[in-house]
């Protein structure tokens, strides 16, 4: 009778889960878009508490500790804003106006190896796979740019409605940090007594997981955006700023994040010569190295208890259904589930 009531707990915990999923996949736009205020409040709410409690030890009241976090974080921005964005605004706007330059230049390349298969004395078989190939990855570059394209339009054109947002999550992270113990307690009042102190275990393996995610990856994009800037400045590589920037952010992603921020460095410093190519890609393999052996492993390998193959399978699933968002979320989402998952088995043996 147990084993039949454990087959009936998976089933219906296993249907629960993907109906989620596929719920999520179909209406993700919409979810995203009402939710958007409320997790941009909680990564605000996860970056600023530690500072709000440290202030909070010294006998600051918590509402005046985010208030002056605030305070501080927009007169940071604003400076940033002021000495160090017009640096990343003028490599954006000057790559902007050369890209049309740039995709010229790329397309007399091509063309130009094209015509030497075409003459070449290559077996029609192979020719006629190698162009096979080239068509479909010339139709995929051609989706990803106009979908970019469209998406990067969207943000300019929505810009007042982000601004609002960000605005709104500030207001909520302000409540949310304010009153958390407040709002913990009420939740926990929802579900049954039996439950709760394995909740209370469960919430905070999740919190744990959200904490190691959000500040390690931070600091650790920063860093190495950082790192990559310098690098592309000291060896000449044009637009070192704003790919400095992108290779930060991209590092964001496991695996694959450091070979997406490489190849448009790669790309545009092979346009200078193939020994600027050489150097650029040189800058991001020395900095990986430094990533892999002294950063991350100080700030977040490890601490979201996966394995390396689960890893990946997360980051491929999260991209194949959810795009760039997926690739990002996908790993500290399946740690979570796998946190749920264990304590509902725990629960139920």
């Known amino acids: 009778m147990r084993n039949v009531k454990k087959a009936v707990f998976y089933i219906i915990l296993s249907l629960i889960i993907i109906s989620f999923i596929f719920f999520i996949y179909y209406y993700n736009d919409k979810i995203l878009k009402i939710l958007s205020p409320l997790l941009i409040a909680v990564f605000i709410a996860y970056v600023i508490y530690p500072l709000v409690i440290r202030f909070e030890r010294n006998g600051i009241k918590r509402s005046i500790s985010i208030?002056?976090?605030?305070?501080?974080?927009?007169?940071?921005?604003?400076?940033?804003?002021?000495?160090?964005?017009?640096?990343?605004?003028?490599?954006?706007?000057e790559l902007f106006y050369t890209l049309p330059d740039i995709a010229e230049r790329y397309r007399e390349l091509f063309n130009f190896y094209v015509s030497k298969i075409k003459t070449s004395k290559w077996p029609d078989e192979v020719k006629n796979v190698i162009f096979g190939e080239i068509n479909t990855g010339t139709?995929?570059?051609q989706s990803y740019a106009t979908r970019a394209m469209k998406k990067s339009l969207a943000i300019l054109t929505s810009s007042i409605g982000i601004f609002f947002n960000f605005v709104l999550s500030m207001i909520i992270a302000y409540y949310l940090i304010k009153d958390i113990e407040n709002i913990k307690r009420s939740t926990l009042m929802l579900?049954?007594?039996?439950w709760?102190?394995?909740?209370?275990?469960?919430?905070?393996?999740i919190n744990s997981i959200i904490t190691n995610f959000i500040r390690g990856q931070l600091t650790t994009a920063f860093i190495v955006g950082l790192l990559e800037t310098i690098g592309l400045y000291i060896v000449k590589v044009k637009y070192p700023f704003i790919l400095g920037v992108m290779g930060g952010i991209a590092n964001i992603i496991p695996y694959f994040g450091p070979v997406l921020g490489a190849i448009p460095a790669v790309a545009l410093a092979l346009l200078q010569s193939p020994t600027k190519a050489l150097l650029a890609a040189l800058v991001f393999i020395v900095v990986q190295q430094i990533d892999n052996a002294f950063i991350s492993p100080k700030i977040i390998e490890g601490k979201l208890g996966l394995h390396p193959?689960?890893?990946?399978?997360?980051?491929?699933?999260?991209?194949?259904?959810?795009?760039?968002?997926?690739?990002?979320?996908?790993?500290?989402?399946?740690a979570m589930i796998k946190v749920i998952l264990k304590r509902a088995v725990d629960i139920i043996v």
């Open 67 to 93: 208030i002056t976090i605030y305070i501080f974080a927009i007169l940071t921005i604003t400076i940033f804003l002021v000495y160090i964005m017009p640096h990343v605004a003028s490599n954006a706007k």
């Open 139 to 141: 139709g995929l570059v």
């Open 191 to 194: 579900a049954p007594k039996k």
């Open 196 to 205: 709760r102190n394995d909740l209370i275990n469960v919430g905070r393996e």
């Open 309 to 334: 193959i689960t890893t990946i399978i997360a980051v491929l699933v999260g991209g194949e259904f959810f795009g760039i968002w997926g690739m990002l979320f996908g790993v500290p989402v399946t």
